[in-house]
């Protein structure tokens, strides 16, 4: 999905309970949201309205309510915003990102075997 539309870290939160498992109606979307922010209900109807607008959510009239379903694949996303913090931070460079993590953050064993495995599989 070429030109994706920004979304905002707090609209990005409804998304994560859309992909989380959808449609939902809104009151759903709002009690799952109750641990994680602070939000009215009416500030998360205009989140919806927002991703609505923006083309990433779609909303069908079911009975009485309507059902809201992502448009918009979680992955994506990801790979939209993960391209940008390449691009802005380390030049759409991996090495220095890794780096970077390895030099500012103890990685772990773990992640160290599966960097090694990833590099072996990617080097095939």
């Known amino acids: 999905m070429a030109g994706l539309p920004q979304i905002t870290d707090a609209e990005s939160l409804v998304m994560e309970v859309l992909w989380a498992g959808a449609p939902r ?13 602070e939000w009215q209900e009416a500030t998360i109807k205009t989140f919806l309205n927002r991703l609505l607008k923006k083309g990433v959510i779609r909303a069908e009239y079911q009975g009485r309510r309507y059902l809201y379903s992502p448009v918009l694949a979680r992955a994506d996303w990801v790979d939209t915003q993960s391209r940008s913090v390449l691009n802005r931070l380390f030049g759409g460079r991996v090495a220095p990102l890794v780096a970077h993590f390895g030099e500012r953050h103890a990685l772990s064993k773990d992640d160290l075997a599966e960097l090694r495995k990833l590099i072996d599989r990617l080097d095939r």
Do not use: F, M
């Not at 109606?25 to 922010?37: C, F």
């Open 25 to 37: 109606t809104a009151d759903e979307i709002v009690a799952a949201l109750a641990g994680n922010a």
